[in-house]
């Protein structure tokens, strides 16, 4: 990804100029989609969109080790806190 400032659009300009977005995302340059004046949506590389996954995915499966240990902890108590999660 570029070191550049990520570019912020308003709803009415993605939908008015959605293929100069697109053309940025395979850039690697993700634009953020703001609805009256707050942030709500970004168009980003669908490499990043994977890599997040997998990050995800591992993460997930890393604390149903860490708690797989701990017999108190019932699955679904493990995925109900993986979820609830913000990152």
């Keep these: ?5 990520i570019e912020t659009v308003s709803v ?3 939908r008015e100029h959605l293929a100069d977005v697109i053309d940025r995302a395979e850039r690697d340059e993700p634009t953020v989609i703001t609805r009256r004046g ?11 969109l994977r890599e997040y ?13 860490e708690r797989r240990s701990e017999p108190t902890y019932a699955l ?3 995925m109900a806190e993986t979820l609830a999660r913000p990152e």
């Design 1 to 5: 990804m570029s070191e550049q400032p």
């Design 12 to 14: 009415r300009q993605a």
């Design 38 to 48: 707050h942030e709500v949506a970004a168009v980003v590389p669908i490499s990043l």
């Design 53 to 65: 996954q997998r990050w995800e995915e591992r993460e997930i499966l890393r604390l149903i080790e």
């Design 76 to 78: 679904e108590e493990v």
